[in-house]
């Protein structure tokens, strides 16, 4: 065995053989990197991993989704289902709140959010910019007018009898079913619609438009004219119910690019046979 001195022709060789492999690796990198496969053996980095599930919302829209001041969180029937679809991806749900409900179907059907969660009704016309879960609540429309009102839907129905509401002055909420009923409905009925039909933004300015005697009549989703009269001290009443029969759905981006409808129709089938869907229903209807 050599005692110091100079390193043995082995070793020298060894040594030799370590700089030409790094050469001919440099070499190597250097023609991928020009064919745009370089990052590869560079170290390029991952995206990070997904964390939360962005969620548009539109409240308040009561039993669906509504703004608690005190705990500062959404809340709703719909809100605890979204709930149980970002616990399933293991996300965290992150709201995103939006005050014009054509902005929310817009910006939810090219992909600016991951899913909207807004009472949305499966039509055709939506169904053709994004993709919907399978159904989890049908509803029809309510006719909500101030306690003082006079006005009567027959047999509290007002389906077939548009003519009840031809003389009033109607308050409804942009890009929704119910303007889209009252435009082909009781509209064609009205000796001035452009006057009579009044068009909001948002639930809460219609709503306020009605006490303050601006509409006569608010036409909304059933549930939440329901909600909204049953509240203490509302001083509004519902007079009556348009069968309608829409179906809500979540809505993703079209064509699902994140694959998250087969996600969402799973946790509903699983809480319908569970029986967690029908606490939920008690929850918030009853």
């Known amino acids: 065995m050599a005692e110091g001195g100079a390193a043995p022709p082995a070793a020298a060789m060894r040594g030799k053989g370590v700089s030409s492999v790094i050469v001919i690796v440099v070499a190597v990198i250097t023609f991928l990197a020009g064919l745009g496969v370089g990052s590869v053996f ?14 548009a919302v539109q409240a308040p829209f009561p039993p669906f989704a509504d703004f608690n001041k005190t705990s500062g969180e959404f809340e709703g029937f719909e809100m605890d289902i979204v709930k149980l679809i970002a616990a399933e991806l293991n996300l965290t ?5 939006f005050s014009n409900f054509p902005a929310l179907l817009a910006e939810t059907g090219t992909g600016g959010v991951d899913m909207a969660s807004a009472s949305i009704t499966i039509t055709a016309a939506r169904n053709a910019t ?6 989890y609540y049908i509803a029809d429309q309510g006719v909500l007018v101030q306690s003082s009102s006079t006005l009567v839907c027959p047999s509290n129905d007002c389906t077939n009898s548009p003519q009840t509401l ?3 002055i109607i308050g409804v909420q942009q890009g929704t079913t119910s303007f889209i009923w009252v435009n082909s409905t009781v509209k064609p009925l009205m000796s ?33 004219v329901t909600a909204y009269a049953n509240a203490p001290s509302s001083g509004l009443k519902v007079v009556g119910k348009i069968l309608t029969n829409e179906l809500y759905g979540f809505a993703v981006a079209n064509n699902d690019p994140q694959g998250l409808v087969p996600v969402i129709n799973a946790v ?6 569970s029986g967690d869907y029908d606490d939920l229903i008690t929850k918030w209807f009853a």
């Not at 619609?193 to 989703?221: C, H, S, W, Y």
């Not at 509903?268 to 046979?273: E, N, Q, T």
């Open 42 to 55: 560079l170290g390029a980095r991952a995206p990070p991993a997904k964390t939360i599930l962005v969620v």
């Open 93 to 97: 749900p992150v709201y995103r709140q």
């Open 130 to 135: 994004m993709d919907f879960s399978d159904t």
């Open 166 to 168: 031809k003389d009033s």
């Open 192 to 224: 001035d619609p452009a006057n009579q039909i009044k068009v909001f933004a948002q639930v809460p300015e219609v709503l306020t438009a009605l006490r303050q005697g601006v509409v006569d009549v608010v036409i909304m989703d059933l549930p939440v």
């Open 268 to 273: 509903l089938s699983r809480i319908r046979a």
